[in-house]
């Protein structure tokens, strides 16, 4: 990160504004409000001691994950009977592979698969993971037949 900042002069009474680069290492598992300072990297003058210069992690939106403590969330769309017959949900991680996820169970409203140790890291702890959550979205069909109705119904509601 480049900053400028005021820095005094040798001589004491005036100061000139400088560029100093400040290098964050972001480290794995970090939660969005995690505070990194630099002390004393702030604005300098005379009779002033310089501030401190801290920088707030904030969390940026994901396209396929949504982070919840040290869990990750991902919503699969599953089609409706897939949800009632069960399916495999492929599941592309943040370092690379691809997980299939075997669902044997009926997939109803809020329903929810977890994973354990799929998640963030912990970053007091990187050896160890929070878990990742399968949520569902169900697809339903846009229309059926009349003999796929009558399928249906013979199934369910006999």
């Known amino acids: ?10 001589d004491g009474h ?6 100093k680069i400040l290098t ?4 794995k598992g970090w939660r969005e409000g995690t505070r990194i300072t630099f002390p004393k990297e702030g604005d300098q003058g005379p009779n002033n001691i310089p501030a401190d210069i801290v920088f707030i992690v904030r969390d940026k939106m994901h396209p396929r994950f949504k982070r919840e ?18 399916c ?12 299939n996820i075997p669902i044997n169970d009926i997939i109803r409203p809020g329903y929810e698969k977890v994973v354990p140790g ?10 160890s ?3 990742l959550i399968i949520r569902f979205d ?11 109705k009558t399928l249906i119904k013979e199934a369910l509601l006999s």
Request: charged share 25%; proline share 7%; net charge positive.
């Open 1 to 10: 990160m480049k900053i400028s900042r005021r820095v005094m002069n040798e």
């Open 69 to 86: 403590e040290n869990n990750l969330v991902f919503t699969a769309k599953v089609l409706l009977g897939k949800a009632l017959t069960g």
């Open 14 to 19: 005036t100061s000139s504004i400088r560029d």
């Open 138 to 148: 169900i697809e339903f069909p846009r229309q059926l037949t009349p003999e796929k």
């Open 129 to 131: 993971k929070g878990n």
């Open 88 to 99: 495999s949900v492929a599941v592309p991680t943040l370092d690379g592979r691809l997980l």
């Open 24 to 27: 964050i290492t972001v480290k």
């Open 118 to 127: 799929e998640g963030m890291p912990i970053s007091k702890n990187p050896t």
